[in-house]
């Protein structure tokens, strides 16, 4: 890496970093009264959490089937309202078991 460029690179990224968590309390002194963009501002942190998450759970284990099954048994339990170490531990078997099936065919 040449060291010439480190300083600037992380005053920019302290800057940019910065305005996205200042810009939001300077544009909004005063409580918002809309109900859809209090809804939409309240449904964004899920939305963005499940873009991010969903493709990376079809990809962790290297095999669509494990993956997929994986995500099943994750969902069905998380119907069931099983705690989070349960739907977690349950779905790790589940992609396990699958991915030792596959390797045994």
């Known amino acids: ?15 940019v970093t910065y305005l996205i968590r200042m810009l939001p309390l300077a544009a909004f002194r005063r ?13 964004v942190p899920y939305a963005v959490l499940s873009a991010m998450t969903f493709p ?14 994986a995500l099943a048994i994750a969902l069905v339990l998380a119907w069931l309202e099983k705690s ?14 699958v991915q030792a099936a596959i390797s045994m065919i």
């Open 1 to 15: 890496m040449n060291w010439q460029y480190f300083l600037p690179y992380v005053l920019v990224m302290a800057v």
């Open 31 to 43: 409580r918002i009264n809309s109900r859809f963009i209090r809804s939409f501002l309240y449904y």
């Open 56 to 69: 990376a759970i079809l990809y962790a284990t290297g095999s669509l089937p494990s993956a997929c099954a």
């Open 84 to 97: 989070l170490l349960t739907v977690a531990i349950a779905a790790s078997a589940a992609a396990l078991i």
